[in-house]
């Protein structure tokens, strides 16, 4: 027997394709029992009176303002999506984008994970555009220029403040030299992941790459086109922190602006970390953490990011009545015999 028939006898078996899609299917949710059990460790720590005296002081002032200022900043990402789309070849109509992002907005309060609204809002728009790849990248990209103007911000704010920045960074992430080790580590093996890489699978990863880099230029880049993404950025941005500011007075805060606007700044930062349910979780925890790192108490700075919490599911219900009513016009469509609408087709692409 030749040396290559041993070899194809005494290979073993590929895993089963069940085998190597169980772990993209079940990630999500060990990301959303990790957000639920941050959630689960607070209430154990500080008690449940801060999620219950949330609810309490939550009335009809602080609804309208949620609405009022959801709306704002709603119309503004929505300006800034549309910038981005089409700088990148894409038609985006601004009333049906309003709508779009209003519902991404609701299915990312409500949804595990937080950013199961934008990846239908995404599938959706390319959909329509007949390019999905290019839809993708145009709410990637949107999303980009809103989390890096948020990340200058918060670290303006903590360079201008040195007190703050120590009590912050000092107090609250004394593991931050592990982490940043831990961060390079796995960027290196990224990238000789990537380096390895042969043939024709290599071929597309680079042809994706340029393509990509291509529109960041087109997209965020370029000079009609970034100047524009950073006021409207910072816009969405400041609109943000009015309403943290309103649940942090609601939640019985006196301190000064010039004191909260950084804990709240951070706050909105960590809102981006993938372990969360809905948004909840990492936000709770730092807001509890940093406001007793700076002497504000710990119960009032989880009782203010779980006032905003509410604030924000309220100022995404107009999303829930895009919903319905898309819902309904896509039954009767298909109940007259016409073709259903895209959101059920682009749900199962997300899923």
Do not use: C
């Not at 340029?210 to 969405?236: E, F, H, I, K, Q």
């Amino acid at each position: 027997m030749s040396r290559a028939a041993v070899l194809r006898r005494v290979h073993l078996p590929a895993a089963p394709p069940q085998v190597r899609r169980a772990w993209p299917r079940f990630g999500p949710w060990v990301r959303t029992a990790a957000g639920a059990a941050i959630l689960a460790v607070l209430a154990a720590r500080l008690g449940t009176g801060a999620f219950v005296d949330a609810f309490a002081v939550v009335g009809a002032p602080e609804v309208l303002a949620a609405l009022g200022i959801g709306l704002l900043t709603t119309v503004l990402s929505v300006w800034r999506w549309s910038l981005v789309a089409h700088r990148l070849g894409l038609p985006l109509p601004l009333p049906t984008a309003v709508a779009d992002y209003y519902r991404a907005l609701f299915l990312n309060a409500v949804l595990p994970a937080g950013v199961l609204g934008d990846a239908h809002r995404a599938v959706e728009h390319g959909r329509k555009v007949g390019d999905v790849g290019r839809g993708v990248r145009a709410v990637v990209l949107e999303r980009t220029g809103g989390q890096v103007v948020l990340i200058a911000a918060g670290l303006t704010m903590l360079a201008a403040e040195p007190s703050l920045a120590a009590a912050v960074v000092g107090d609250l992430l004394p593991g931050a030299g592990l982490a940043a080790a831990v961060l390079a580590g796995t960027a290196a093996v990224v990238a000789l992941a990537v380096w390895a890489v042969r043939g024709e699978r290599a071929v597309r990863w680079r042809r994706a790459l340029a393509t990509s880099l291509t529109d960041v230029r087109r997209g965020l880049l370029a000079r009609n086109a970034w100047p524009g993404v950073l006021a409207l950025s910072a816009g969405a941005l400041a609109g943000h922190l009015t309403l943290f500011l309103v649940a942090v007075r609601a939640a019985g805060s006196a301190a000064p602006v010039w004191r909260l606007l950084p804990l709240m700044l951070l706050a909105l930062l960590v809102m981006a970390l993938p372990v969360n349910v809905g948004g909840w979780g990492p936000r709770e925890a730092f807001s509890a953490a940093a406001f007793g790192a700076v002497g504000l108490g710990a119960q009032q700075g989880l009782t203010a990011a779980v006032v905003y919490g509410l604030l924000t599911l309220v100022a995404s219900l107009p999303g829930a009545a895009v919903l319905v009513l898309r819902r309904g016009t896509g039954g009767r469509a298909e109940r007259d015999g016409g073709p259903a609408r895209a959101p059920d087709q682009a749900s199962r692409t997300v899923r």
